[in-house]
Nanobody
Framework: QVQVVESGGGLVQAGESLRLSCTAS????????MGWYRQAPGKQRELVAS???????NDADSVRGRFTISRDNAKNTVYLQMNSLKPEDTAVYYC?????????????WGQGTQVTVSS
């Protein structure tokens, strides 16, 4: 059994900051990439940022320079520091973890956390 749980969403004003956290727990042998995706109303889910176990980062152009992803491998936890938030960042943010289980890497998703940025 594996659980992926996010926390840290909320309502802020434009220009403010939020920090999201996501922890994977349960029967985990190893985690490859962990990342954050978001889905705004009426839009498709999109990648915000991801980070491999070794620290290689892939992030969206729309958040580069404002959002920072980091990871604590010992805690199976990934963070997303979001600065200079804009109304267009409003979305449900989902955590994804690519976890080794029974010899295969499987994607697990959290339940999502709402981020709302008011203008």
């Amino acid at each position: 059994q594996v659980q992926v749980v996010e926390s840290g969403g909320g309502l802020v004003q434009a220009g403010e900051s939020l920090r999201l956290s996501c922890t994977a727990s349960g029967s985990i042998f190893s985690i490859n990439a962990m990342g954050w995706y978001r889905q705004a109303p009426g839009k498709q889910r999109e990648l915000v940022a991801s980070i491999t176990r070794g620290g290689r980062i892939n992030d969206a152009d729309s958040v580069r320079g404002r959002f920072t992803i980091s990871r604590d491998n010992a805690k199976n936890t990934v963070y997303l520091q979001m600065n200079s938030l804009k109304p267009e960042d409003t979305a449900v943010y989902y955590c994804n973890a690519n976890i080794l289980r029974s010899g295969s890497f499987i994607n697990y998703w959290g339940q999502g956390t709402q981020v709302t940025v008011s203008s």
